[in-house]
Each structure stands twice: as structure tokens, then as C-alpha cells.
């Protein structure tokens, strides 16, 4: 099953062209409305189960369909290894960072991942695992590693979004050095004594 996520800023009731393309595909379930983000995002959890193990992984690619097939297929055979396994559960994700996201970032200062525009969008791909053991707990990091090994040397791509990593996919340091020194003269200028360093328990930290 295939889910598509299309967003579009003004309130408007019939589909702009932006995203029109999308409403001629056949649905099972439509859930568009003019709705605030928060209701969108509410959405998203719906089917979700509560108290289960979770794990996230990513990295970007470059718009390509045949790849898109690729790493479907490779998620699909990978994870069917653990159906069996309780509470098991996973989903691949392709999200877009268009050119015009970027060149209105742009306008607007820049971006601190240092993107450029590009005749191929950049795809954030985004994976989410679930299950219920932490018993399994070998198994399925073992299966999950080696899928992003082999999905990543298929893509051959190192740019990793910071919201999907995991705490061994170092994201921050897959901007690159430039982004990393900038990112360094912000912290130096707006948290000179590191509080936000020093008091936040969880996130990814801007390297020392």
C-alpha cells in the first residue's frame, strides 16, 4: 500500500496545479481538507500502535525512478525476513526537497544544509521499523543495519536528514566542513557557554 502526503499553504478548496497530478490517482482512503498542521499531523499517527520499539534510518538520493525501484524492492525482500516477528512493522518513505524549496530558502539567507539547486530534486529516503521485544532486539538492528548498508551502496549518497537518523548516522557531519564550521560560529555566537549543549539530553549535537 502506498500512502501520498501532499501539502499546499493556502487555504484553497479546488486542487492548485502544484499537486494536482495526485488527485488522479485511484484511493482507497482521501483525507484532503483545508485543515492547520497540527490536524495533519495528527493524521499521521492513525493506525499507529502505542508502546512498541521503534527505529529510524535515512539518507538522500538523487530522483532517479529506477532507484526508487531499487530500494523499494531490496526494504520489501529485507524486511520480510521478520513478519514474523512481534509487533513487527516498517514503512519506506520518499520525500522531496524541491528547487523551489531551495531557492526560496535562498532568498531568505540560505540554508545551513548548503543545498543547491539541481536538475534531479534531492529525496530524503526515510525508513521506519517497529516491534515489540526487546528480545528481538539483535535480530532485527542486525537485518536493519545491513539494509541501509546495502541500500547506501546501491544510492552511493551521503547527505543523512537529521529528523530520520539514527544515533550512528552522524548527520550533522554529513553536511559537509563548510556547514559544520558554520554551524560552529552560530553556536558560538547565540550559546557561547554551551547550556543547550550541556542541558539537552537527546538530539544530535553540533561537533565541538
Known sequence: MAT???FYLEPV???PEAIK???GVPTVINTV???TVKQAADELTIGTTNGLREDVRTYSIRANADLYKQLFELWHSTTAKLVSTPGWGSAIAFQPILNSMIRASNEKGGN???LE???NPLIVVNYQFTWALAEDDKQVYAIIDDLIAAS???AKSGDRYLNYANTNQRPIESYGPAQVDFLRLVKAKYNPNGVFHRLSRGGFKIPL
Do not use: R
Request: no cysteine; hydrophobic share 55%; aromatic share 20%.
Open 13 to 15: 478548496i479546488a486542487p
Open 112 to 114: 545551513v544544509l548548503g
Open 4 to 6: 501520498f502526503y501532499s
Open 117 to 119: 539547486q539541481a536538475i
Open 21 to 23: 497530478p495526485f488527485f
Open 33 to 35: 481538507k483545508v485543515k
Open 152 to 154: 547506501m551502496d546501491i
